[in-house]
């Protein structure tokens, strides 16, 4: 059985620390690569493939592509590696994004050693309709899918709109449930989080960090198109406001 192919996870962890290490490869005996072997053997993506293949993951494997990620950055001058076409995108993301995209591989690395990430269950839209994961990760949508899926904060949150007086109603395109499909719908909202992990980190959800939305605006708000995954409700405004022009 061959080694499953490298997520963008495990190439989120791994780009990270070339980036720490200047652009430079890991070699095999860097107590770093040891580290990051010993992490992409407990991300729950592979299913018993660290039992299956005892190269899974291996200090070899993390340090080797290292070197993929190093060599083929725009500015090395020597012969790149052969890689593949994520390893490219990640890269390129690196470059474009770095504060952003440390800062996912940091909220991925919490979230496995606090043990949060490895009890959530695959979520069923943490895969995009055409396959593809978000830029910030499989697990890191994973993780945010859940927390919008937890019943206690939308509640909370529906109790506190309710409290202040304000109508139950998507926060971008005003939809009211209730006011549409009458007593079925009455009640009914999505929560949405107006930042991402990788942007705000793995803390405890405030109900400032919530907005509530439609399901048509929510799955806007997560859908990927041109790079991105995420936008805000005031994003997604300025994009509905945009088109109606």
């Not at 909220?107 to 943490?126: H, V």
């Not at 993780?143 to 506190?160: A, G, H, Q």
């Amino acid at each position: 059985m061959r080694s499953p192919s490298w997520t963008r996870d495990e190439l989120l962890l791994a780009c990270a620390l070339v980036v720490e290490n200047g652009w430079r490869e890991l070699r095999e005996n860097d107590a770093r690569t040891h580290s990051l072997s010993t992490l992409l053997r407990s991300l729950p993506l592979h299913g018993d493939a660290v039992h299956d293949v005892p190269s899974f993951r291996s200090t070899g494997s993390v340090s080797r592509k290292t070197t993929d990620l190093a060599t083929n950055h725009p500015s090395y001058t020597g012969k790149p590696t052969r890689c593949g076409r994520l390893d490219k995108e990640v890269i390129s993301d690196f470059i474009a994004r770095p504060a952003e995209m440390v800062n996912a591989a940091k909220a991925i690395m919490e979230g496995i050693s606090s043990g949060e990430l490895t009890r959530i269950p695959e979520q069923p839209d943490e895969v995009a309709e055409d396959g593809a994961t978000s830029p910030e990760g499989r697990l890191l949508a994973r993780w945010t899918i859940s927390r919008e899926r937890d019943p206690r904060l939308r509640r909370r949150k529906i109790e506190r709109v309710r409290r202040l007086g304000q109508p139950l109603q998507c926060e971008v395109c005003r939809f009211h449930f209730g006011r549409f499909y009458g007593r079925l719908g009455e009640g009914y909202i999505e929560v949405h989080h107006v930042l991402p992990l990788h942007i705000s980190g793995p803390r405890e959800t405030q109900l400032d960090d919530l907005a509530l939305l439609c399901s048509n605006c929510h799955r806007m708000c997560h859908r990927g198109h041109l790079g991105e995954s995420w936008r805000t409700p005031a994003a997604l405004r300025a994009e509905m406001e945009r088109t109606a022009k």
